[in-house]
């Protein structure tokens, strides 16, 4: 309806003029409350946000379900309980275990060195 006659308007097809203003217009991005400072055009809000360094997301290792902020990701990830490695502390062993773990696999890793039962020091 028209805002002074109250008429109705013949038109409801898409202003693409308009539409092009609207989208020029600087906004903020919608991670502003996690720290984001970017001024994006509203236009391309969306693709910004796919990227932001202050979006959330989950961890990619299986088994995690940390939610952390995209730029955070990378340190998780060398953290994460999750993540399987290859550095057990014993010369020769290259087994995979989950970083969670890797104590209980240096404990019982056949590659450890196994004191003599009869304490002669070998």
């Known amino acids: 309806k028209c805002p ?3 008429g109705a308007i ?3 097809a ?3 003029a308009m539409r092009n203003i609207i989208d020029a217009l600087p906004v903020s ?3 502003a409350p996690r720290g984001c400072e970017e001024k994006v055009k509203r236009g ?3 693709t910004h946000a796919a990227t932001c360094s202050f979006g959330e997301v989950t961890c990619t290792h299986a088994g995690c379900s940390a939610t952390v902020l995209r730029r955070d990701l990378a340190a998780h990830a060398r953290m994460c309980e999750w993540r ?3 550095t057990c502390l ?3 062993c290259s087994a995979t275990v989950l970083r969670r773990d890797l104590a209980a696999h240096a404990r019982m890793c056949e590659w450890g060195l196994v004191t003599c039962p ?3 020091g070998e």
């Open 84 to 86: 399987l490695v290859t």
């Open 10 to 12: 013949g038109s409801t």
């Open 29 to 31: 991005c919608a991670h």
């Open 44 to 46: 391309d809000l969306e």
């Open 4 to 6: 002074t006659c109250r």
């Open 118 to 120: 009869k304490r002669c």
């Open 14 to 16: 898409p202003s693409y």
């Open 90 to 92: 014993h010369a020769g």
